[in-house]
């Protein structure tokens, strides 16, 4: 399945092998099925949640390095979606990132085959962000812009749409925000990266292509 250019059709080459070895030499057996919860096999969503959820930084062999590509693209999105939701950038997005947050973010290089084992010409980089924040003010929000889905203890929210006119109405907090730049809501699905003004402001001036994103509403 392929969304266009910012989530191409992908497929990882080598990481379940690793992963896979690992799991097994690793743990013990008692060790094994506690991860799998008795179901045997490698427990797989325990290695790719730590794409996207705050579990920390990935090892070696927990980092896809290799993905064919279902099809060829002229250009692909300065930030890109890979196979289990992998964030991978561009090397001028990579250095932008870097050079405003320093040290925060875990990056690696990958390598993109297209069709016919032919390369992507554009050097990426996994990346998985490492902040994680609690900036949405559900109650701030315009009406009808926002739902709170908690159960119990588990809290959730959710937006009502992604456009222009949804994201104007969804409110988050300045202060929480603070000094980061790119960051992954605790309590919000979607959507899955957050951006401060800056860092937008640096995207807009370096003519980056990018997934479609649009301003919210500072309290």
């Known amino acids: 399945m392929t969304y266009g250019a910012h989530f191409p059709g992908s497929r990882s080459v080598g990481y379940r092998e690793a992963v896979e070895a690992y799991f097994y030499t690793a743990f013990t057996e008692d060790e094994q099925n506690e991860l799998n919860s008795g179901m045997g096999g490698v427990a797989w969503t325990k290695f790719a949640d730590k794409f996207t959820k705050d579990l920390g930084w990935l090892a070696d062999h927990e980092r896809p390095k290799r993905f064919r590509l279902q099809k060829t693209y002229k250009e692909l999105c300065s ?10 950038v561009d090397i001028r997005l990579k250095e932008i990132i870097e050079e ?23 050097p990426y980089f996994g990346m998985v962000v490492h902040s ?4 949405f003010r559900l109650k701030e929000c315009d009406p009808g ?3 709170d889905e908690s159960v119990g ?3 959730l929210y959710s937006i009502s749409g992604k456009s222009r006119a949804d994201l104007k109405g969804v409110a988050m907090s300045r ?4 000094s980061h730049h790119i960051w992954r809501e605790r309590y919000l699905h979607s959507p899955w990266f957050f951006l401060s003004d800056t860092l937008a402001a640096r995207i807009h001036d370096a003519g980056l292509k990018m997934p479609k994103h ?3 509403k500072h309290v």
């Open 79 to 88: 930030l890109i979606f890979l196979e289990n939701r992998l964030a991978a």
């Open 100 to 122: 405003l947050e320093p040290g925060a973010h875990q990056f690696w290089p990958i390598e993109l085959i297209q069709p016919r084992d032919k390369p992507y010409p554009v």
């Open 132 to 135: 994680h924040l609690n900036c």
């Open 145 to 147: 812009h926002a739902e």
């Open 153 to 155: 203890d588990y809290i």
């Open 175 to 178: 202060a929480a925000i603070g």
């Open 214 to 216: 649009y301003p919210m």
